[in-house]
């Protein structure tokens, strides 16, 4: 079975202060592990992903997030947040002897001026 | 710029109407998902194919939804007959190989009335 996690609903931060969106996951495998990004009325998109190799991964728009296998982590993370960073992220976990991804329930970033 | 097609963007209809919603993947992708987003139940899948078979329907209340490819450039979900708890925003997203990304369409909302 495999789940995920994002214990906030809501994120709020100053533009220009560092961003962390919380993940976390559990599988019976190995897992691969996605964030994506949700603007009002759009389909999800992409940001970035974990399979395996380096524990930091880089991911679109300045976003990164940080595989931690012994805290069952993926939390997303960006430096300095921009106003235009607001929107819906949803973390997501893929068993790698599963065909389907979980997607977490969504932690809405909102970023002040 | 390779994308998800899906048809229509917007539908309402009234409670005992069937209604078809369709999805072009991306071409070379080999899986289809179709999810629905509510704010009260998030993102769900409903059902999702490899290779036009459909591998994992559990998400999807089989009296009244259908989901086909009758090829592998068009992905059908069927909802007969409608019903106003079916009101919601469905998406189709495609994907490639097991630690890859999907990539998701606009959707389509759906209004029962």
């Known amino acids: 079975a495999q789940s995920v996690a994002q214990p906030e609903d809501q994120v709020n931060v100053a533009e220009g202060n560092p961003l962390t969106v919380k993940c976390t996951y559990s599988?019976?495998?190995?897992?691969?592990l996605f964030w994506y990004v949700q603007y009002p009325n759009r389909g999800l998109q992409f940001l970035l992903k974990?399979?395996?190799?380096?524990?930091l991964v880089k991911g679109s728009y300045g976003f990164e997030a940080e595989f931690n296998k012994s805290q069952t982590s993926f939390h997303l993370k960006k430096p300095s947040a921009l106003v235009s960073d607001s929107a819906l992220y949803f973390c997501?976990?893929?068993?790698?002897?599963?065909?389907?991804?979980?997607f977490g329930d969504g932690t809405t970033l909102t970023v002040k001026p | 710029d390779a994308r998800v097609t899906q048809t229509p963007r917007h539908k309402v209809t009234e409670m005992g109407q069937e209604v078809t919603m369709r999805c072009q993947p991306i071409?070379?992708?080999?899986?289809v998902f179709w999810y629905r987003q509510t704010m009260m139940q998030g993102l769900e899948l409903l059902a999702y194919?490899?290779?036009?078979?459909?591998?994992?329907d559990s998400g999807m209340p089989k009296d009244r939804f259908s989901a086909e490819m009758p090829d592998a450039t068009l992905a059908t979900l069927k909802i007969q007959p409608s019903e106003p708890r079916d009101s919601a925003v469905y998406f189709c997203?495609?994907?490639?190989?097991?630690?890859?990304?999907?990539?998701f369409g606009q959707g389509t909302r759906l209004t029962v009335v």
């Open positions: 599988v019976s495998g190995n897992p691969y």
């Open positions: 194919f490899r290779n036009r078979a459909p591998l994992d």
């Open positions: 997501a976990v893929r068993d790698t002897n599963a065909g389907k991804s979980t």
């Open positions: 997203a495609s994907g490639r190989l097991e630690g890859d990304e999907a990539f």
């Open positions: 071409l070379g992708h080999n899986t």
């Open positions: 974990y399979i395996t190799g380096d524990n």
